[in-house]
T-cell receptor
Framework: DQQVKQNSPSLSVQEGRISILNCDYT??????FLWYKKYPAEGPTFLIS?????DKNEDGRFTVFLNKSAKHLSLHIVPSQPGDSAVYFC??????????????FGKGTLLTVNP | NAGVTQTPKFRILKIGQSMTLQCTQD?????MYWYRQDPGMGLKLIYY???????DKGEVPNGYNVSRSTTEDFPLRLELAAPSQTSVYFC???????????FGPGTRLLVL
């Protein structure tokens, strides 16, 4: 049972345009959501996060939106740059109910930004 | 400050062999984790530790063992390697639960 779903394996956008990466979750106990970025042959690096008490968090070119009723979050990158080309993982954890801070990851979306 | 380091970077094992994947962090983090990532899949938690001497199973612990004798080191042991253990293994750490996890560069393991 996949609790965090990234249904788009890949996404291709032009440099300067907006990239929108989507993530859905099924576990109501999740109350903190994170995006990680991964380049080939490297470990994932933290990008941005959002808690369930918020619906938006912004950090420079990166904005994460959370729709708790729809159990959906999205990562917006504006403007997209070629250096943003990487695999993006959505991850989530819950504070209680047994999930206890253990991260559950989606399968990832490969973003390619074309010059 | 090296962060999280993992050795080796790459290893080929024969079926039935054993090996230890090393993970060391120099950030004095209490929590450490081992994940595996199969092709086209997300990361799955194998084992984690909340401090020296304390370990617990994650989502996919079968075929693996861990120990945590120091704050810095969290080795992952594979006994009787199987082709299903072909994967990329990532170690991570954070100071406390809920804080951002910092990942190592990964160990690519091929079991033939």
């Amino acid at each position: 049972d996949q609790q965090v779903k990234q249904n788009s394996p890949s996404l291709s956008v032009q440099e300067g345009r907006i990239s929108i990466l989507n993530c859905d979750y099924t576990n109501s106990m999740f109350d903190y959501f994170l995006w990680y970025k991964k380049y080939p042959a490297e470990g994932p690096t933290f990008l941005i996060s959002i808690s369930s008490i918020k619906d938006k968090n912004e950090d420079g070119r990166f904005t994460v939106f959370l729709n708790k009723s729809a159990k959906h979050l999205s990562l917006h990158i504006v403007p997209s740059q070629p250096g943003d080309s990487a695999v993006y993982f959505c991850a989530a954890y819950g504070v209680g109910g047994g999930s206890n801070y253990k991260l559950t990851f989606g399968k990832g979306t490969l973003l390619t930004v074309n010059p | 400050n090296a962060g999280v380091t993992q050795t080796p970077k790459f290893r080929i094992l024969k079926i039935g062999q054993s090996m230890t994947l090393q993970c060391t962090q120099d950030m004095n983090h209490n929590y450490m984790y081992w994940y595996r990532q199969d092709p086209g899949m997300g990361l799955k938690l194998i084992y984690y530790s909340v401090g020296a001497g304390i370990t617990d199973k994650g989502e996919v612990p079968n075929g693996y063992n861990v120990s945590r004798s120091t704050t810095e080191d969290f080795p992952l042991r594979l006994e009787l390697a199987a082709p299903s253990q072909t994967s990329v293994y990532f170690c991570a750490s954070n100071p406390y639960s809920g804080e951002t996890q910092y990942f190592g560069p990964g160990t690519r393991l091929l079991v033939l």
